[in-house]
Each structure stands twice: as C-alpha cells, then as structure tokens.
C-alpha cells in the first residue's frame, strides 16, 4: 500500500516532468531541433508504415506493461522517467534493473541536437567520420591523406595520426575491426591498406615510422590502377572483407588467409556501397549506380551465380546502404534524393525495365537536381518506406539507423549536401531535427553506440560534436569568425 501511494505522487510529478515527452505541441529551449526555423520549407511526410517494421520497431521502445498498471488513468501517455525510475527501484521487472525496451524508451527522447563543439579543423574535406562499436574510437579520415583516430573516453585526445599511402584523389573509405587492433582503408585504387593502430606510436606514416600492409583486390590478370574502390567493411569476426569497387563489382577478402577468396561481377554500374547482412556474414547487400540494391547469399553463389534477390524503387544512383543487422531490413540513400527501407523478403529474381520514367537530362556532381523529378516514382518500387528532406549531390552521402542501445533503431539520420545533418523517424517518416553547423556537405555522421552523442564530418573540414543536453560548454557562435584551422603539409 505505502508503496502504490508513493509511486502514484511519483508519477504525477513524472507527468509534469516529462510534459515534452507526452505532449507534441510543447517544447522548449532544450529539445527544440537545431536549426528549424520558420524560413526553412519542412517536408511532409507521407509514410504510413504499415509493416512489421513498425511494430518491432515499437516493441523495442515500449516499457515493460507494469509501468503502465501504476496509473492506469493515464495509459495514453507515455510513461515518464520519474515513473520509470520510481517503477525499477520498486523491482517491477523482477531482476531489478531496466529491460532493453525500457532503457530506449527513456533515451531515444534525448536527441543529440544541441552544440556543437569542435572536435577537430583541418583544410582539406572531411570524407569519412565513424566510432568503433563500443564508442570509445572515432575515426575520421580527410581528402589530404591523412586518418585521425580519437579516444573519446579520454577528452577526444589524438591517440593515433595516419598519413595514407596509395592515394589517388581521396580516402574514399575505412573500417576498424572488431577488436580495434586494426584499421584498413581504402582510395580509388585496387588496393586496401591494413595497419596496426594498436602500436605505441601516435603518428603512422606509411613505410616510414610504420607499415601499412598492403591488400591486393586486382586479379593476377589485372595491372596497375585498374579501379577504385568505393567502400569497404569489416566482417562481424574480423576475418574477412567485403568491397565494393568502380568495376561494377563486388570482393570479398579473406584476411587471416592474406588473399582474395571472392569476386562478384554484381552491378552494370559502379557500386557505391556494401555491407555483410548480419553477424553471420553469409548475406552481402550491394547498392550501385545502376539504381539497384541486390542481396547476395554466398552460401549458394558458386552453384548459381546470381543475387539472391534484387530491390528496385531507387530513380537515380545508390550512395550508401546500411544493415539493421537482423539479415532482413536495411536502408538506402539514393541520388533521387530519398532513403529507401527494404525488407529483402520482397525482392524479386529479376530487375524489370521500366524505360521512361526519366525524361530529363541530370549529372549529380555538378547540377541540381531537377525540381519535375522530385515527385515521380517508380513503378515498381518495392521498399517498404521511403524518407525525403535531405540532399544527395556531388559525393557518395552516407545514412544509417539509429543505435540499437539507447534507441531501439527508432530513426534513421543521414549527411546532407546542403551542409545539415537529417535525423528522421523510422516509422512516421517525420523529419525530427535537422543539426545546422557545417558551411559545406556533409559526407558522413556517426552516432555514439551508447551516448546520445553524433559526430558530423564535412567539406568545410571540420568535425563536429553534437550532444544532448551538453556539456556545460556553450555552442560556438556559427555566424562569427571560425577558429584558426590546423595546418598539414
């Protein structure tokens, strides 16, 4: 009895507390998206996201049913921290701690919208920012050669320093095994470079101080720079490597064996971006410009030669895809400028032509794109949703779901030409902030595992971090003089 009654005057000054959470015409100066402003058009979302999704999605997010029998008056609202917390030291669930859809309800509220703060300047383009996978690395790698690995457990100090070799015009991308022993990276050349970062040396200059391994992705047919290649990742063990390259086709590396184990002529375009399905590495998704996203299953490949099923829906070229990492959901950012989300359930076994739905003349690295083609769509789209607001010009712009931890992947956020980055909901489709810094593109942004914490890297070369609620430090004045860049010869 004690305990209901002190747990009832506790949730109702949880309900005032958490009044932003429950009411959506409410906010204030702490949660209010960075950057919306009356001026700027606010895209309308037309998703109505029927699918199971949705509901994994919520279910992911829900706090446990208990909560809600502690004031059933009010089972409409979303339950508030102040219950939650009043709920877990009343042992509610029996173990006495928050469950996983507890833990993501009370953090997917917090945004990380507010800052930034400079984390680092340099002078030439920022094309690559990622964390490792428990947050306490973050690499980011530029157009001038060189890769920066940061501790952000320890003040964002600069706990390595690498200057690339085989650069030909930029690090196009990079990859931290799952130990965080090693880094590889990869340029418009058929070769990845794999080096040590676990050495007591902060800077890393290639065959110089230290060695950078150099993996081979061209055949033994095949000399000098005959492609580039566009992306590379890790596999969930770290033995392996898949790429995806200017050939139209997709590699796979094994690394404990030092030799390529599989080449995939996969697209009729170049393709842009791959990533292993799941933990189990056996699906391979693969994006082009050929507009097309092919699922590849190479427990079966050999026999059959061909993608286990493709994904139509994108008008224009694929940038970047990124796995839920369920072996059944991913996302797309598309030259179209629209995100696609896929269930691989419904890909077909054939790619249909569907001539004549473009009747305009474009190029994405240097023309707008075309305000009649904004609207169309494609007749045979098959991805589930589709997510609008963002820009995609003039470089490969990368998005990604949120954090399985602290949100239960309850948005998806992607870069932005126009200098932002976009975070919209999975489900509704709603752009829910869009973070204004940056005075150039931004390629790519990287979200903290665990922290609501997102890092953003640009052309302008700055590397931004943006938190909610801060640190105590105030955001940088964006309309004065910017601090005095670091220089690198």
Request: with cysteine; glycine share 6%; charged share 25%.
């Amino acid at each position: 009895m004690y305990f209901r009654a002190w747990n009832t005057a506790i949730g109702d000054m949880g309900y005032a507390l958490s009044r932003l959470e429950i009411d959506p015409n409410f906010s204030d100066s702490e949660s209010s998206p960075v950057g919306e402003d009356n001026d700027s058009p606010q895209p309308s979302s037309d998703n109505n996201l029927d699918h199971e999704v949705a509901q994994l999605t919520k279910l992911q997010s829900t706090p446990h049913k208990r909560l809600k029998q502690v004031l059933p008056r009010r089972q409409e609202f979303p339950v508030s921290p102040v219950k939650m917390l009043a709920g877990r030291e009343g042992n509610y669930s029996g173990r006495g701690r928050f469950t996983s859809a507890d833990r993501c309800h009370l953090l997917n509220k917090y945004l990380p919208v507010k800052g930034p703060s400079i984390v680092d300047q340099l002078t030439t383009r920022a094309y690559v920012s990622q964390f490792s996978d428990d947050g306490s690395l973050f690499v980011a790698a530029f157009q001038g050669s060189h890769i920066k690995i940061y501790n952000a457990e320890k003040g964002w100090t600069l706990q390595k320093n690498i200057v690339a070799k085989s650069l030909r015009w930029t690090i196009t991308d990079t990859s931290l095994s799952p130990d965080k022993r090693f880094l590889v990276y990869a340029t418009m050349s058929p070769i990845v470079n794999i080096v040590n970062i676990g050495s007591a040396a902060t800077e890393s200059h290639a065959n110089i101080t230290e060695i950078h391994e150099a993996l081979e992705f061209s055949g033994d047919d095949e000399g000098g720079y005959s492609f580039g290649i566009f992306s590379v990742k890790f596999s969930n063990d770290g033995r392996e490597l898949v790429a995806g390259s200017s050939d139209d086709s997709i590699y796979v590396y094994d690394v404990e064996a030092n030799k390529l184990s599989l080449r995939i002529q996969a697209h009729t375009s170049d393709v842009n971006s791959v990533c292993f399905a799941d933990e189990a590495s056996h699906l391979i998704y693969s994006g082009s410009d050929d507009n097309l996203c092919k699922v590849w299953d190479r427990r079966c490949f050999r026999s059959k030669g061909k993608p286990a099923g493709i994904l139509m829906g994108h008008l224009e070229g694929i940038t970047f895809l990124d796995t839920r990492g369920d072996g059944r959901y991913f996302i797309s950012n598309g030259k179209d400028q629209t995100i696609k989300l896929w269930d691989i359930r419904k890909m077909s076994s054939n790619a249909t032509r569907t001539p004549g739905f473009r009747n305009y003349e474009w190029d994405y690295r240097w023309m707008d794109y075309p305000v009649r083609a904004r609207d169309v769509k494609h007749p045979s789209d098959q991805s589930v949703a589709t997510y609008k607001g963002h820009s995609v010009l003039r470089t490969l712009i990368r998005c990604y779901f949120s954090p399985e931890y602290s949100t239960g992947q309850k948005y998806i956020y992607t870069g932005s030409h126009d200098s932002c980055v976009y975070i919209y909901d999975l489900v509704s489709g709603a752009q829910v902030a869009r973070l204004v810094h940056h005075k150039s593109t931004v390629r790519d942004c990287s979200w903290h595992p665990h922290y609501p914490m997102l890092v953003s890297s640009s052309f302008d070369g700055d590397i931004a971090k943006w938190e909610f609620p801060g640190n105590g430090e105030s955001p940088i004045p964006l309309n004065n003089r910017r601090p005095r860049r670091r220089h690198f010869d």
